[in-house]
């Protein structure tokens, strides 16, 4: 099967907005074995939006679109299927039922224009928006589909996970494939490729790496008529993958890097304080994204480096033991986990020095590590707090382990 990208709305042609649907879809489509053949961006005009998808299927047996579903009059995405196809929309009263619920649950009064979302054609299967007020469409007209989505990446990628994928594995016929993904932290992307090198170049399964806001993650899928196939030849290469680099892999796709760190905590009924000097809270923001922040994290304190280092004799690494130390002693808890970003400013932005202290104070001591990075005040505080989280992770599950012996 091959398939066409389309990214609609105004905004993205204009560059307020960049792209990463196409992008995400794309390496989606790959892995499931669809060739993709076009990535078009169109603007909010309805004629050159149904060109748009006329150009698309005479190239593909499947286009997927993102953007344009929502409720103003510029949202024409719908109106554009619907003239494509020659069918004319109405209201469905259930759908629109369920968006009027979305909005009494936040309080508010649903606006009348979101109506429109509540529209349908004859020849679309419906696909729910769990966490959004737009519902897709996915379209059959002879051997060729159409999938519209939100635009919002967090809506998109879920209606695509849940929804549109198992309807096109319908489409692709009795071949099976089986994915699984291992999320990795503590290694850049080009070291796990080195490390699974050997795997990757036998080509079956077909195992690819990239890199995440949460680390490195490696996905590795399979094809098959037979799927427990497809599953045997999975889990043996995860096997190996785990063999190769089983001490960076901290989860699969079901497990946020905040979980993973405060899992091992959880699991011995211990809490953990947080402090953090010249991080911007970094550290605690991403911890409190867990489920499990509400039962393992007591405090998080977020302080600016200003005036720390007035003594002289100060450093981030005495800073972070004092700090580690500290938040647990006045919290009342076994763990204090501390994060210290001093920045030097020597006038160039981007090539600022940044000096990365963390400790983790736990009942046997203390654990310290520290790191030196140039470049510019964000995205030092971004690799402190990745490391920060690594750092975390290894020690927790090192002193669980100690504890528990």
């Known amino acids: 099967m091959q398939a066409a990208i389309l990214s609609i709305g105004s905004e993205l042609l204009q560059g307020f907005l960049t792209d990463t649907n196409s992008t995400f879809l794309a390496q989606e489509l790959n892995e499931l074995g669809v060739e993709v053949v076009g990535v078009t961006q169109v603007d909010d005009n309805l004629d050159r939006i149904v060109r748009a998808f006329d150009r698309a299927l005479a190239d593909a047996q499947f286009v997927v679109a993102t953007g344009g579903i929502g409720p103003t009059d ?41 109506i429109k979302q509540a529209w349908v054609i004859p020849s679309c299967d419906v696909m729910s928006n769990p966490i959004g007020t737009a519902p897709g469409w996915f379209v059959t007209s002879g051997d060729r589909s159409i999938a519209i989505m939100p635009g919002v990446p967090r809506e998109m990628t879920r209606m695509w996970t849940e929804q549109v994928v198992p309807r096109l594995l319908r489409r692709l016929g009795s071949d099976s494939i089986v994915t699984r993904t291992l999320k990795t932290i503590g290694l850049g992307e080009s070291a796990v490729e080195q490390e699974l090198k050997h795997i990757i170049q036998r080509g079956r399964p077909t195992i690819a ?8 993650h490696v996905r590795v899928t399979a094809l098959s008529q037979d799927r427990t196939e497809a599953e045997a030849t999975v889990s043996a290469a995860e096997a190996e993958i785990r063999q190769a680099i089983g001490a960076y892999i901290y989860g ?29 809270g970094r550290l605690s923001g991403l911890l409190g994204e867990s489920p499990l922040a509400d039962q393992v994290l007591v405090t998080c304190v977020s302080v600016s480096c200003n005036g720390l280092f007035f003594d002289g004799e100060s450093t981030p690494s005495t800073l972070a033991v004092s700090g580690a130390q500290q938040a647990a002693r006045s919290s009342g808890v076994e763990l204090g986990a501390a994060v210290v970003v001093r920045i030097s400013d020597d006038g160039s932005r981007d090539r600022q020095a940044g000096d990365i202290a963390m400790a983790l104070a736990h009942p046997d001591g203390v654990w310290l590590r520290t790191q030196s990075i140039t470049s510019n005040p964000a995205e030092i505080r971004r690799r402190a707090t990745m490391t920060a989280a690594e750092f975390l992770w290894t020690s927790l599950k090192a002193e669980t382990v100690s504890h528990q012996d």
């Open 209 to 216: 790496t990239y890199a995440k806001d949460d680390g490195v």
């Open 252 to 280: 699969d796709l079901n497990i946020p890097l905040s979980t993973a760190v405060l899992q091992p905590i959880a699991q011995r009924g211990a809490k953990l304080a947080v402090w953090e000097a010249g991080n911007a």
């Open 74 to 114: 510029d949202d024409l995405t719908r109106e554009a299927v619907s003239r494509f196809v020659g069918e004319s929309p109405s209201v469905d009263r259930a759908i629109a039922e369920t968006i009027r619920e979305f909005f009494t649950r936040r309080g508010v009064v649903m606006p009348e224009q979101n």
